[in-house]
């Protein structure tokens, strides 16, 4: 018995020493040192090291999963946070993971408390303002980047941000001029572009639209949102067949496009075939509802992950 206790011990060490150093143990290797650490604090609760290691390893799975396992990520991430409620860069993390998620008001709390302990850090700033913006809170959002970008002008994405609230304010001559300001700083800032056309677009400046979503598509062809634009120019400009074309690529490259099918819908009533509008239509308002209820499924994976904090952990 004192023998395996000191191997794992020596294990969990090694581990800590790995970590230190910038090695990089595999995904087992983690996974297995979680279980050990959770065995050593059972016998020790108080244990400041032990709790420390785990809290370092527990971010190091959230990091290797947060790509193609965001929910895991999520679910390592709410452990580590229990474990170490004050520390500025797990809140961060856990916004960030659950930003991905689209959870935006779990992760809003989570930076206000890190902003307490690093005033004006920008990088909380800026997932604040995303996670404030994706709540609908556009006022909230639009301060927060504009403090963003008074301590980072030269950065192009706070630029973005702020011209994307903006827009989403109606205020449309300043969102054009943040815009502006983000080509400025980097020209290959193709969203910016796609931005600009689109508020040429409810500006019925239909010319600069359709040249703004040119641009986007000729550096990127795969840019659906920029190819939907042109399919909304040439319908608004009585083109069907060319908006049919145009919306129908759309459908290739993303078949779960809800505006697209929408405008074809349109298009197609236009055009006069009746049955695939309707059928259009149906896809749309199908999609429209499946959007609706994916933060619902979302919080349902999100749920069973608070229960894998430690039992000690847990409030009564």
Same mark, same amino acid.
């Given at each position: 018995m004192k023998i395996a206790r000191s191997f794992c011990k020596l294990s969990?060490?090694?581990l800590a020493v790995q970590l230190v150093f910038g090695q990089n143990p595999d995904k087992r290797q983690l996974e297995e040192a979680v279980g050990r650490y959770e065995a050593s604090l059972k016998q020790d609760p108080g244990n400041v090291e032990v709790k420390s290691q785990l809290v370092r390893v527990l971010r190091a799975l959230a990091a290797e999963a947060i790509i193609n396992d965001p929910e895991k990520a999520l679910s390592?991430?709410?452990?580590a946070k229990a474990l170490a409620p004050a520390d500025a860069e797990i809140l961060f993390e856990f916004a960030m993971a659950a930003l991905r998620l689209t959870l935006h008001e779990d992760a809003a709390p989570a930076l206000v408390e890190a902003l307490t302990y690093s005033p004006d850090e920008p990088r909380f700033l800026y997932a604040l303002a995303r996670a404030r913006m994706g709540m609908g809170d556009l006022n909230e959002a639009e301060r927060l980047f504009r403090r963003y970008t008074? *301590?980072?002008p030269d950065d192009a994405t706070g630029q973005y941000g702020l011209g994307y609230v903006l827009a989403g304010l109606r205020r449309n001559k300043p969102a054009r001029l943040a815009f502006e300001r983000s080509l400025a700083l980097r020209p290959d800032q193709s969203e910016s572009d796609y931005q600009i056309g689109l508020l040429d677009l409810?500006?019925?400046?239909l010319d600069a639209a359709e040249a703004r979503f040119t641009k986007v598509l000729a550096r990127y062809r795969t840019h659906t949102g920029a190819q939907l634009g042109l399919g909304r120019v040439y319908f608004n400009r009585k083109e069907y067949e060319a908006a049919?074309?145009?919306l129908e690529h759309v459908l290739e490259l993303d078949p779960a496009q809800q505006q697209a099918h929408y405008y074809l819908s349109l298009t197609f009533a236009r055009l006069g075939n009746k049955e695939a509008?309707?059928?259009?239509?149906?896809?749309?308002?199908? *999609?429209?509802?499946?959007q609706k209820n994916l933060r619902r499924t979302i919080l349902k994976l999100y749920a069973p992950a608070e229960d894998a904090r430690p039992a000690t952990e847990r409030k009564p």
């Amino acid at each position: 018995m004192k023998i395996a206790r000191s191997f794992c011990k020596l294990s969990m060490l090694l581990l800590a020493v790995q970590l230190v150093f910038g090695q990089n143990p595999d995904k087992r290797q983690l996974e297995e040192a979680v279980g050990r650490y959770e065995a050593s604090l059972k016998q020790d609760p108080g244990n400041v090291e032990v709790k420390s290691q785990l809290v370092r390893v527990l971010r190091a799975l959230a990091a290797e999963a947060i790509i193609n396992d965001p929910e895991k990520a999520l679910s390592h991430l709410i452990r580590a946070k229990a474990l170490a409620p004050a520390d500025a860069e797990i809140l961060f993390e856990f916004a960030m993971a659950a930003l991905r998620l689209t959870l935006h008001e779990d992760a809003a709390p989570a930076l206000v408390e890190a902003l307490t302990y690093s005033p004006d850090e920008p990088r909380f700033l800026y997932a604040l303002a995303r996670a404030r913006m994706g709540m609908g809170d556009l006022n909230e959002a639009e301060r927060l980047f504009r403090r963003y970008t008074e *301590l980072r002008p030269d950065d192009a994405t706070g630029q973005y941000g702020l011209g994307y609230v903006l827009a989403g304010l109606r205020r449309n001559k300043p969102a054009r001029l943040a815009f502006e300001r983000s080509l400025a700083l980097r020209p290959d800032q193709s969203e910016s572009d796609y931005q600009i056309g689109l508020l040429d677009l409810a500006e019925g400046n239909l010319d600069a639209a359709e040249a703004r979503f040119t641009k986007v598509l000729a550096r990127y062809r795969t840019h659906t949102g920029a190819q939907l634009g042109l399919g909304r120019v040439y319908f608004n400009r009585k083109e069907y067949e060319a908006a049919r074309k145009s919306l129908e690529h759309v459908l290739e490259l993303d078949p779960a496009q809800q505006q697209a099918h929408y405008y074809l819908s349109l298009t197609f009533a236009r055009l006069g075939n009746k049955e695939a509008a309707t059928r259009e239509a149906e896809i749309s308002d199908s *999609l429209e509802r499946e959007q609706k209820n994916l933060r619902r499924t979302i919080l349902k994976l999100y749920a069973p992950a608070e229960d894998a904090r430690p039992a000690t952990e847990r409030k009564p």
